[in-house]
């Protein structure tokens, strides 16, 4: 696609369930990177991948978060159980193989995320 | 480790006035600079980045900024406000470059009052 799109926009769930957030590079983009946006404070950084595989994972805040990249593409966040401290904006981005210098990564519109 | 710290969560300013957005950052290394914008509903847009060579960085919608390195700054300007420029603005900083190192600053909200 154009650019980075993410799904669902707003995502409303009940404390203790699961959900999952998805995101679609651009086409492309092997590295892509998660990070959260909580209410007053700065991004987040959560996981990268390179590909399918997830070098740098140290972002993640518990083990209750998770995500996989299939394809080299399309990419989902798993919140399990989630309270209603994960309430954020969830970004996505993407950029071209690392090793080009600098590469610029793209952000999608984000997944809103309220826990109530 | 490296830490970035934006002065002023909100900011005003007058349509046509300057626009002065303050950032402080520490790194251990010379560091990557960026500054994003982000439109209500809409993801993160790199205005401009300081990588090495000339510190006066010029980037879209005529916003610049200056890497002073004795003062660890990287403030972003633009001499005369829009009422579009209204958005959220981070600063970021990076070891190397690379968008899984970066660490963004809490964002300044700017308002253009008409």
């Known amino acids: 696609g154009a650019g980075v799109s993410q799904s669902p926009s707003n995502k409303v769930t009940e404390k203790g369930k699961d959900v999952e957030l998805r995101c679609d590079p651009i086409?492309?983009?092997?590295?892509l990177y998660w990070y959260r946006q909580s209410l007053g404070q700065g991004l987040e950084f959560l996981i990268y991948?390179?590909?399918?595989?997830?070098?740098?994972k140290s972002g993640l805040p518990s083990d209750r978060f998770s995500a996989e990249r299939t394809g080299g593409s399309v990419s989902t966040l798993t919140i399990q159980r989630t309270q209603q401290e994960d309430s954020a904006v969830y970004l996505c981005a993407s950029s071209q193989p690392a090793g080009v210098l600098l590469p610029e990564a793209f952000f999608g519109q984000g997944t809103r995320l309220t826990v109530v | 480790a490296q830490s970035v710290t934006q002065l002023g969560s909100h900011v005003s300013v007058s349509e046509g006035a300057l626009v002065l957005l303050r950032c402080n950052y520490s790194s251990s290394v010379p560091p990557y600079l960026f500054w994003y914008v982000q439109y209500p509903n809409q993801g993160l847009q790199l205005l401009l980045k300081y990588t090495t060579g000339a510190t006066l960085v010029k980037g879209i919608n005529g916003f610049e900024a200056e890497f002073k390195k004795s003062e660890t700054s990287f403030h972003l300007t633009k001499p005369s406000a829009h009422m579009s420029d209204a958005a959220e603005y981070f600063c970021?900083?990076?070891?190397?470059?690379?968008?899984?190192?970066?660490?963004f600053g809490s964002g300044t909200q700017l308002t253009v009052l008409p």
């Open positions: 991948f390179q590909g399918n595989s997830a070098p740098d």
């Open positions: 086409s492309g983009h092997t590295a």
């Open positions: 970021a900083v990076s070891r190397t470059g690379s968008a899984r190192q970066l660490t």
